[in-house]
C-alpha cells in the first residue's frame, strides 16, 4: 500500500502554467508506474498522464500531449505534474495514482492506490 498526497492545484487563467506534486510513502517497487488522472463534473475519470518508476519513460493522454509533463523525483518519492498552456478544458480534480506493472497504465482500474484529488480550476 502507497499513501499518496497531491497539492499545488489553484486557480488560474487560459495560457498560465501549473505544477501538481505527489508525495509518495510507503513502498515503491521497480515495476511500478505512477499515473496522474482528473476528473470534471459529470465526466468519468480519464487518464492524464504516467511514468514508470524504474527508468522514468512517460506516457500522455492525447489530450494534454506537448502541454503537461510528468517526472519523479525517486529519491524523495515524488512525481510531479508540469502543466503549461493550460485550458478551460483541463478544469478538473487532479489525482494521482499508483499500480503494481507496467502495463495498461492508462487504466483506472488499474491502479491500487490514490490520493485525495486537488482543484486545477482555469479560467477563460
Known amino acids: 500500500q502507497v499513501h499518496l498526497v497531491e497539492s499545488g492545484g489553484g486557480l488560474v487563467q487560459a495560457g498560465d502554467s501549473l505544477r501538481l506534486s505527489c508525495a509518495a510513502s510507503g513502498r515503491i517497487l521497480s515495476n511500478t508506474a505512477m499515473g496522474w488522472f482528473r476528473q470534471a463534473p459529470g465526466k468519468e475519470r480519464e487518464f492524464v498522464g504516467a511514468i514508470y518508476w524504474s527508468d522514468g519513460s512517460t506516457y500522455y493522454a492525447d489530450s494534454v500531449k506537448g502541454r503537461f509533463t510528468v517526472s519523479r523525483d525517486s529519491a524523495n518519492n515524488l512525481v510531479f505534474l508540469q502543466m503549461n498552456s493550460l485550458k478551460p478544458e483541463d478544469t478538473a480534480v487532479y489525482y494521482c495514482?499508483?499500480?503494481?506493472?507496467?502495463?495498461?497504465?492508462?487504466?483506472?482500474?488499474?491502479?491500487?492506490?490514490w490520493g485525495q484529488g486537488t482543484q486545477v480550476t482555469v479560467s477563460s
Open positions: 495514482a499508483a499500480k503494481w506493472g507496467l502495463n495498461r497504465v492508462h487504466m483506472v482500474l488499474e491502479y491500487r492506490d
